[in-house]
């Protein structure tokens, strides 16, 4: 356990969400998030303090540099299963060390300079701590308003100050940034998306992610007779999306012969299908060689022809996994903005040459068979070509932050 301060010193005071309602499995989330949260910082090469009070996870700097407390802090800002990250001083308990990290927090607040409205919240996690909450409110609000000149508002304050004395040591903040909230990843398990270089799939990566699911990612290119740069695309995406989980795997598979064949296995309208079908039972391969329990796809219903009611009921027809659909019930003005807060949409809009662009017929079939896919099936030997598929795959390791 670290020593308390000697004098105030910055330090990131984590408020965690869903995580504090898990009742008997709570430790084992608060765990995961725990180790999670080392890994993430761990990129940033600065030694870290972490330790976790009743809902709350704290971490300093080893340095104790503010600069090297502000890289950590927006580092977790990605990470899942924190709703709010603060950025706090953390003093000893006496009331001159409040006020005077109190007064410090308010200089440095955006509303003060225009006359902003202010309330302070004390509050006591260790209840033999001599000073009452309303004493400290009362003690740090007036230094406040002596010293600055702002108004009191306790129901809706510009500025509010946060004072949580604790066992060792106090904490002083104000509001923070929003972190991701949902879960740590690798609390839900995991699953294998299937990643195209759109703008869909990487917002149903996210999704899934940030309800604790830890996820590997599956793309065909349509190699040998498209060029590299789905694959670029993908790989960039995955990059970036590895903000959120760490250690992520991109698996790509050459699709282009595959899809040839479908061409010239069945109807024209039906290939579409056939082809997500395909698609399908090779991610079915790869997910359970990697201990997946689900696959992950960005349809959202109705979008394009391939995502009627019943061309998904064709779809789920095809593996045993469930298809997780996170964007199902989302207009695609709503997949956009996700994309946009997560960095992804720029890359997704990037030109390529999408390997479904091969097989796109005019008029694709919006209500499919499964009869008449199983029939193209049987002649394409669709199992032993899923097979072929997946033992060809080349694995990446796109890492986020690297070139
Ligand atoms: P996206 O924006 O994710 O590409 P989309 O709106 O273009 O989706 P489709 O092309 O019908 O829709 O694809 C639906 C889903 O099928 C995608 O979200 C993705 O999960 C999967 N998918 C499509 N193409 C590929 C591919 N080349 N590699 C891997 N998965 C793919
Ligand atoms: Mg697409």
Known sequence: MPLAPAAGEPCVLLKLGEIVLKGKNRHQFEQRLQSNIRKALASTGIGVDLWQRSGVVIIRAGSGLAEDVEKLARRLEDVMGIVIVHRAQRVPKDVESMTEAALEAVAQHPATARGGSFAVRPRRRDKRF?????????????????????????KNPDITVSIEVDRDEVFVYTEGAHGQGGLPVGSSGRGLVLMSGGIDSPVAAYRMMRRGLRVDYLHFSGMPFTGPESIYKAYALVRELDKFQGDSRLFVVPFGKAQQQIKSAGEDRLAIVAQRRLM?????????????????????????????????????????????????????????????????????????????????????????????????????????????????VQEHRPVYGSD
Do not use: W, Y
């Open 280 to 392: 399908l039972k090779t991610a079915e391969i790869v997910a359970e060689r990697r201990r997946g329990g689900a696959l992950i796809t960005g349809d959202s219903l109705g979008q394009v022809a391939s995502q009627t009611l019943i061309n998904m009921t064709a779809l789920d027809d095809a593996v045993d996994l469930p298809i997780l659909r996170p964007l199902v019930g989302l207009d695609k003005s709503e997949i956009m903005d996700q994309a946009r807060r997560i960095s992804t949409l720029a890359i997704s809009e990037l030109p390529d040459e999408d390997c479904c662009s091969m097989l796109a017929p005019r008029r694709p079939e919006t209500a499919a068979r499964i009869a008449d896919l199983r029939q193209i099936e049987k002649r394409l030997d669709a199992e032993e070509l899923a097979e072929q598929l997946a033992d060809s």
């Open 130 to 154: 001599p000073i009452t909450s309303s004493e400290i409110g009362i003690s740090v609000g007036s230094a406040i308003n002596v010293k600055f000149g702002l108004p009191v508002n306790l």
